[in-house]
Every structure is written in structure tokens, then in C-alpha cells.
């Protein structure tokens, strides 16, 4: 059971352009929110994360939009640069009592085009 | 310590052979995970360790797997009679209980290619 859905798989954006990455979770107990990238041969190390309780957090040039009631949150890379090209993950974490475990999306692959 | 450390990075075996990886989480995280991602695909959760007690397993880790983290430091993560489905990247992470610290840091994986 797929429990946290994300899209597009990939996208190609041109240099200084604005990338979105969408995710959509089912499970009203998750509690954190995470974003992660990954370079080929390397683990996922993270991003930027959020908390249900705030809307929006931004750090650099990323940017996390979180729609509560929606259960929908994305990734807004700004300004984006050839480094950028990774595979982006969106994950989600039940409460501390589920162990910290993360339940991840599915992956987009970012290409940017200098 | 600058991270978390896993060996070997990749490993080649024939079908039917036992394999072991190990993982050396960040000294002060008492909390260590072991994820699997095949290709094209979002990790996926295999079980945790909070100090030396294995706290959750996930289906996915069918009786030919075992994990073990002796005195609550490295952990290792022993597949045994290898099948070509068990090929993936598996993943160690650690992470600390302590408030504030939510997040995890990945090692950079073990490849297994079952052949």
C-alpha cells in the first residue's frame, strides 16, 4: 500500500527556472514531513522538512507549501541549477511512538538544463 | 565521526549464498534503521533498533533476514539463501531520540547484486 504518493516521476527545467514536486499522503498520523535528495551512488540526505502546523517553510532556495486539509504537500526548488539534478523524495513519519520510521514517495528525477 | 558508514558498498553473490552488511551509525545516535530501494524506487522501511532492541520489523523482512545490533553500536544485516529479488541498495540510517532531532542521516548504501 502506497501511502505517500508523489509526481511528476521526472522533470527537465532549464537553468534558473522553478521546479514542483507534488506528494499526497492518506494517513492523518503522520506528523513530519521531510524532503530528501539523492545523488546516484549516494544515500538520501535531507532537504528541508515541515511540521502540520505551519503552511509554508522556506530555507535558501527551497521552498515546502504544506495543504493540511488537502493532505498534499510539495517542493518548490527556485532558481534551479545544474547541482540540483538528483532524485527528490518526499517522506512522511507516523508519531514518535511508530518509532520515527519514514514511509517514502515513490522518487522524481530532476534534470536541469544549463 | 562524520557520518554513518556501511560495507561493503556493493556485493555480487550467486543465488543460494548468504550475505552480511554492516553499518557504523553516527556514535551519539541511539536510533538505527535499515531501508531497502530498488531501482527507480522510494526506500523502503526493513526494521529499527533503539540501542541494542530490534523495535519493529516490516513485513518485507521474510525469515531469511536478520538484523542484529550488538551493545547498541554498529548493527549488521544478514540475508540468508540469496534470491535475484533480494537485489536492491540496502540503506542504514541513524537518528537521535533526543527533542529536536527528527531527522535522519543515510549512509550511502550497500548494492547487492544476486546473480
Known amino acids: 500500500q502506497q501511502q505517500v504518493k508523489q509526481s511528476p516521476q521526472s522533470l527537465i527545467v532549464q537553468k534558473g527556472g522553478i521546479s514542483i514536486i507534488n506528494c499526497a499522503y492518506e494517513?492523518?498520523?503522520?506528523?513530519?514531513f521531510p524532503w530528501y535528495q539523492q545523488f546516484p551512488g549516494k544515500g538520501p540526505a535531507l532537504l528541508i522538512a515541515?511540521?502540520?502546523?505551519?503552511s509554508e517553510k522556506k530555507e535558501g532556495r527551497f521552498t515546502i507549501s504544506f495543504n493540511k486539509s488537502a493532505k498534499q504537500f510539495s517542493l518548490h526548488i527556485m532558481d534551479s541549477q545544474p547541482g540540483d539534478s538528483a532524485t527528490y523524495f518526499c517522506?512522511?513519519?507516523?508519531?514518535?511512538?511508530?518509532?520515527?520510521?519514514?514511509?517514502f514517495g515513490g522518487g522524481t528525477r530532476v534534470l536541469v538544463k544549463p | 565521526d562524520t557520518g554513518v558508514s556501511q560495507d561493503p558498498r556493493h556485493k555480487i553473490t550467486k543465488r543460494g549464498q548468504n550475505v552480511t552488511f554492516r553499518c557504523d551509525p553516527i556514535?551519539?545516535?541511539?536510533?538505527l534503521y535499515w531501508y531497502r530501494q530498488t531501482l527507480g524506487q522510494g526506500p523502503e522501511f526493513l526494521t529499527y533498533?533503539?540501542?541494542?532492541?530490534?523495535?519493529?520489523k516490516s513485513r518485507l523482512l521474510s525469515d531469511r533476514f536478520s538484523a542484529e545490533r550488538p551493545k547498541g553500536s554498529f548493527s549488521t544485516l544478514e540475508i540468508q539463501r540469496t534470491e535475484q529479488g533480494d537485489s536492491a541498495m540496502y540503506l542504514c540510517?541513524?537518528?537521535?531520540?533526543?527533542?529536536?532531532?527528527?531527522?535522519?542521516?543515510f549512509g550511502s548504501g550497500t548494492r547487492l547484486t544476486v546473480v
Open positions: 540510517a541513524s537518528s537521535s531520540v533526543r527533542v529536536g532531532q527528527s531527522g535522519y542521516t
Open positions: 494517513n492523518t498520523a503522520f506528523d513530519y
Open positions: 515541515i511540521r502540520p502546523d505551519v
Open positions: 517522506a512522511a513519519r507516523g508519531r514518535q511512538a511508530a518509532g520515527n520510521k519514514l514511509t
Open positions: 556514535s551519539e545516535h541511539n536510533r
Open positions: 533498533f533503539q540501542n541494542e532492541a530490534q523495535l519493529e
